[in-house]
């Protein structure tokens, strides 16, 4: 079975520039995860979704945003980069709103570089 | 003051030591708690969930205790491929996994 898959694993982008990320749950998982982890520091909670609804939302400014599809796929998307934006972005796929976390997988991430 | 707080890093330590990871949490309402183990440029993967009655995988053991908001992870005779970040994580009543800024951890041969 495939695991949660992110895409792009790596890229640069110019400040101001917007960037598009995405991410598909393990087959079955209806919840999806975003989190932020700037280098040296725990990933931050950004949003969560489950089916289609946003359920949750961290303390970001409203330059991100994403959204789930029906196949529960999901994209977040950051506008305007700042050199602050520079990450690993990590997708958390989970098969209901988890009570444990055994049930929660996170995807290799994406690495975003803003220059 | 930072929801979930973990010793500062990094620890270096001669295989077959025992090393302890200290966290402590703010939100008294948090439901559960886990450990997360974190390669370099990987992403985190769980290590063990924490129970109040003590929990042992191996030569890991974590503790929570609800009153003081601490938990704690022991590693007994350290190998060298314990060498990665140790996570605290806590989650909320909405399935928000909220992460300690994580402890490094080196052993060395």
């Known amino acids: 079975d495939a695991g949660v898959t992110q895409s792009p694993t790596h890229l640069i982008k110019t400040r101001g520039q917007h960037v598009t990320l995405r991410c598909s749950p393990i087959?079955?998982?209806?919840?999806v995860s975003w989190y932020q982890q700037v280098l040296g520091q725990g990933p931050q909670f950004i949003f969560q979704?489950?089916?289609?609804?946003?359920?949750g939302r961290g303390n970001f400014p409203d330059r991100f945003s994403a959204r789930q599809f029906p196949n529960y796929s999901s994209e977040l998307n950051v506008n305007a980069l700042l050199l602050g934006d520079s990450a690993l972005y990590l997708c958390?796929?989970?098969?209901?709103?988890?009570?444990?976390?055994?049930?929660?997988?996170f995807g290799e991430g994406s690495w975003l570089t803003v220059v | 003051r930072k929801e979930v707080e973990q010793d500062p890093g990094p620890f270096n330590v001669p295989e077959g030591a025992t090393v302890a990871f200290n966290c402590t949490y703010s939100?008294?309402?948090?439901?559960?708690f886990f450990w997360y183990r974190q390669d370099c440029r990987k992403e985190p993967k769980l290590l063990m969930s924490?129970?109040?009655s003590g929990n042992e995988d191996g030569r890991f053991t974590a503790q929570l205790n609800r009153a003081s908001q601490y938990i704690s992870l022991l590693i007994r005779d350290s190998k060298l491929s314990d060498s990665a970040t140790y996570l605290c994580?806590?989650?909320?009543?909405?399935?928000?996994?909220?992460f300690g800024q994580g402890t490094e951890l080196s052993v060395k041969p």
């Open positions: 939100n008294s309402a948090s439901q559960s």
């Open positions: 994580v806590v989650m909320n009543q909405g399935g928000k996994l909220i």
């Open positions: 087959s079955g998982h209806k919840s």
């Open positions: 979704y489950y089916e289609k609804e946003e359920r």
């Open positions: 958390a796929s989970s098969d209901y709103r988890a009570r444990t976390g055994n049930t929660i997988y």
């Open positions: 924490v129970y109040s």
